[in-house]
């Protein structure tokens, strides 16, 4: 039979030794198998343990781990980077979108300057009224979309089948008609010796019948062309022009000398050969086709001029003409309130339709004016658009004629003093 050998009990004096260990020592020992206790219990202190026990070297620093639910940060940094950046290339980027939008008041009587008569400065100058109408950028089409005053339009519905740039010398050209115009009307208001002389010929339309050939005015010219001679024979006015047509048969083609408003006339002078068509109000008479510009000038006793810089339109005649006889006469012509005025001016003092009177509204009403005079031949719908846009604070008043307008301003305390 085998036994298994058993260990002699420890005495009294052992377990009392082993008892006073520090918990230093216990924990050392149970973290660290590898150590080596003498057999004798006797000589067991923590001193001794400690000094036999290899040195504790620290584990590596281990990389954090990536929280799983992190995957959705990617995607959002990504799209924190890339707003600014589409914000920034959709606002210097343009588009095929021009904007009609709310432009600016700007007192007539500063811009004014003449000599050889006595001036009467206002204190209360008329105002006349602007709309923008520039090409946009992406971001700036956006929001003109989103903003009711702001009316986008595309190329071919701003400009048709017209060259932009052509159209463009047009409305300067329209600009120094009308105060050519202004000047006339309000002049010979006041009893001044004034008279036109006709200027080049400039189309500002051209015109097509039913069934237009290749060699037709609409095909073959277009806004902005000069006509500098017919078959050879110059034609610089009008009146020149209306003569060398005389007698022309109908459907026979003519050869017209033309060059491009505001530009190099040598470089850009040409000929082109143009099919007469009938006149639309005169069956019998052939005409070549177009609409011309009104390029009259005026003269009068003494020189007059209207800084407009680079606007362009006809559409401030009327403040034009009352700025005159206001700078020309005693006492305010606008009477006590602030005056705003928007209309063409033909040389009998009729006030002609202009274009976007809502977004001249909007501007009208931004300057704090408190009256403004528009042309009575605007639609019913966009004269309603336009007092409903003014509110309380702004009289939307139309007028037909010049006439008219000093009635109007008489009820202010304005008018002429004559």
Request: with cysteine; aromatic share 6%; glycine share 8%.
């Amino acid at each position: 039979m085998r036994f298994c050998a058993v260990p002699p009990r420890p005495s009294r004096k052992m377990a009392m030794q082993a008892r006073k260990a520090t918990t230093t020592a216990r924990m050392v020992t149970s973290l660290f198998e590898s150590a080596t206790i003498e057999s004798d219990m006797t000589e067991l202190n923590p001193e001794k343990l400690l000094s036999t026990m290899p040195l504790m070297v620290p584990p590596p620093p281990q990389p954090a781990t990536p929280h799983k639910r992190l995957w959705w940060a990617l995607p959002i940094v990504t799209l924190a980077w890339l707003a600014p950046l589409a914000i920034v290339v959709s606002g210097s980027m343009p588009v095929q979108r021009w904007e009609t939008a709310p432009g600016e008041t700007n007192a007539v009587g500063p811009r004014l300057s003449f000599d050889g008569a006595k001036r009467y400065t206002s204190e209360n100058p008329f105002l006349f009224v602007t709309a923008f109408g520039t090409q946009l950028t992406a971001l700036e089409s956006f929001v003109g979309w989103v903003d009711a005053d702001i009316n986008v339009e595309t190329k071919k519905q701003r400009f048709g089948d017209t060259n932009p740039t052509a159209l463009r010398r047009l409305g300067y050209q329209a600009m120094i008609g009308a105060k050519q115009i202004a000047e006339y009307v309000a002049l010979k208001r006041l009893g001044y010796e004034v008279s036109f002389k006709y200027g080049a010929v400039i189309l500002e339309q051209v015109i097509c019948n039913e069934a237009p050939t290749a060699d037709s005015a609409c095909k073959v010219l277009e806004p902005g062309n000069v006509i500098d001679a017919v078959n050879g024979e110059p034609t610089p006015t009008l009146d020149v022009l209306l003569d060398a047509m005389k007698g022309a048969q109908l459907n026979s083609v003519v050869t017209l000398t033309i060059h491009d408003l505001n530009s190099d006339a040598n470089k850009s002078r040409r000929d082109v050969k143009v099919r007469l068509i009938p006149s639309p109000g005169e069956p019998s008479r052939a005409i070549i086709g177009f609409v011309p510009a009104d390029t009259r000038t005026v003269d009068v006793p003494f020189e007059v001029d209207i800084d407009t810089d680079t606007i362009g339109g006809p559409s401030a005649g009327l403040a034009f003409a009352l700025s005159l006889l206001d700078e020309l006469t005693p006492g305010a012509l606008a009477g006590n309130v602030k005056v705003a005025t928007t209309g063409t001016i033909d040389e009998n003092g009729n006030v002609g339709a202009i274009g976007a009177l809502h977004q001249k509204t909007v501007a009208v009403k931004a300057s704090g004016a408190k009256v403004f005079l528009v042309p009575a031949t605007q639609s019913e719908a966009e004269i309603a658009d336009a007092k409903a846009t003014a509110g309380k604070s702004l009289a939307v008043i139309p007028v037909k004629t010049l006439d008219e307008a000093l009635k109007v301003l008489q009820k202010y305390g304005g008018g002429l003093k004559q």
